[in-house]
């Protein structure tokens, strides 16, 4: 019964940790909702989808046009639609894709650069996520756009967990920080770095010296095993004993 966002400076490792944590959630026995909200979405592959089983699933965005449909309701009106019909089991078939017990959905590809914002794209997620109501095996995750431009723009209202992934860099670091300073405003209290990328005990110990206020909740190695899974078309997950080890330690350390 969570909303869980993943976000965190661009290429840190958000969608390689989101995939990681969608199936530890699965194998609890949970129905979990993996959003990939980025505009450049790399989640389905990182779950295992194939590249064309990707391409096949219909953006949430264009749900607008059921919502319009449906409800006569236009843009920036998305949230007394979902007010009406707040159910993930309600989200039509089209839109997700499933991996056991995964469901996948995705905001919608990249714009091309003369195509405007993607403001109406954040309102949809907003509104998504502030009135979905979850039964109690349910759990949404989702991978967010780098940097903070969400934050400001609120998409993540309504989210209940937080988890910012750095690297042992100064540029993660500022990133997670400003992040954390905006989703404090939006009321989330809950929030947990993830380490990526490590190398050695000194990038664990650099990244708790850099940010002593955070709450730690792991760390994940740097691993060749993760451009292998990449190449190979298949989750980190399945291919790699030592992540999913981790991740479990991980997720239940923060009482998921
Ligand atoms: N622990 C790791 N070890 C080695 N390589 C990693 C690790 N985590 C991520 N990577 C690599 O770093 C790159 C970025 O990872 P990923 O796509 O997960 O980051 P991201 O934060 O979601 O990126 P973006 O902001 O572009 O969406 C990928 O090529 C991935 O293979």
Same mark, same amino acid.
């Given at each position: 019964?969570?909303?869980?966002?993943?976000?965190?400076?661009?290429?840190?490792?958000?969608?390689?940790?989101?995939?990681?944590?969608?199936?530890?959630?699965?194998?609890?026995?949970?129905?979990?909702?993996?959003?990939?909200?980025?505009?450049?979405?790399?989640?389905?592959?990182?779950?295992?989808?194939?590249?064309?089983?990707?391409?096949?699933?219909?953006?949430?965005?264009?749900?607008?046009?059921?919502?319009?449909?449906?409800?006569?309701?236009?843009?920036?009106?998305?949230?007394?639609?979902?007010?009406?019909?707040?159910?993930?089991?309600?989200?039509?078939?089209?839109?997700?894709?499933?991996?056991?017990?995964?469901?996948?959905? /995705?905001?919608?590809?990249?714009?091309?650069?003369?195509? @405007?914002?993607?403001? =109406?794209?954040?309102?949809? &997620?907003?509104? #998504? *996520?502030?009135?979905?109501?979850?039964?109690?095996?349910?759990?949404?995750? /989702?991978?967010?756009?780098?940097?903070?431009?969400?934050? @400001?723009?609120?998409? =993540?209202?309504?989210?209940? &967990?937080?988890? #910012? *992934?750095?690297?042992?860099?100064?540029?993660?670091?500022?990133?997670?920080?400003?992040?954390?300073?905006?989703?404090?405003?939006?009321?989330?209290?809950?929030?947990?770095?993830?380490?990526?990328?490590?190398?050695?005990?000194?990038?664990?110990?650099?990244?708790?010296?850099?940010?002593?206020?955070?709450?730690?909740?792991?760390?994940?190695?740097?691993?060749?095993?993760?451009?292998?899974?990449?190449?190979?078309?298949?989750?980190?997950?399945?291919?790699?004993?030592?992540?999913?080890?981790?991740?479990?330690?991980?997720?239940?350390?923060?009482?998921?």
């Amino acid at each position: 019964m969570k909303k869980i966002a993943v976000c965190g400076k661009g290429g840190v490792g958000k969608t390689t940790f989101t995939s990681l944590l969608c199936y530890a959630l699965a194998e609890q026995g949970r129905e979990v909702y993996a959003i990939d909200a980025d505009v450049n979405p790399t989640l389905a592959e990182a779950l295992g989808f194939s590249p064309e089983e990707a391409a096949e699933i219909t953006p949430i965005i264009e749900m607008k046009e059921l919502i319009e449909e449906r409800t006569g309701a236009k843009t920036g009106e998305y949230g007394s639609y979902f007010k009406t019909n707040p159910a993930v089991k309600d989200i039509p078939e089209r839109f997700s894709r499933k991996i056991g017990n995964i469901n996948f959905l /995705m905001m919608g590809a990249m714009r091309g650069a003369d195509q @405007g914002c993607a403001c =109406a794209e954040n309102a949809m &997620l907003k509104a #998504l *996520v502030t009135h979905l109501i979850l039964k109690e095996k349910e759990t949404v995750v /989702m991978d967010m756009v780098a940097g903070t431009e969400h934050m @400001g723009r609120g998409t =993540a209202k309504g989210v209940d &967990l937080l988890f #910012l *992934v750095v690297e042992p860099g100064m540029r993660s670091i500022k990133a997670a920080k400003e992040i954390r300073k905006m989703s404090r405003d939006l009321g989330i209290e809950s929030q947990y770095v993830i380490g990526n990328k490590i190398r050695s005990p000194a990038d664990e110990e650099y990244l708790r010296n850099q940010m002593p206020d955070f709450s730690f909740a792991g760390f994940l190695s740097k691993d060749d095993g993760v451009i292998s899974a990449e190449q190979q078309g298949r989750a980190l997950y399945e291919t790699s004993p030592e992540m999913r080890e981790t991740i479990k330690v991980i997720v239940s350390g923060v009482g998921l």
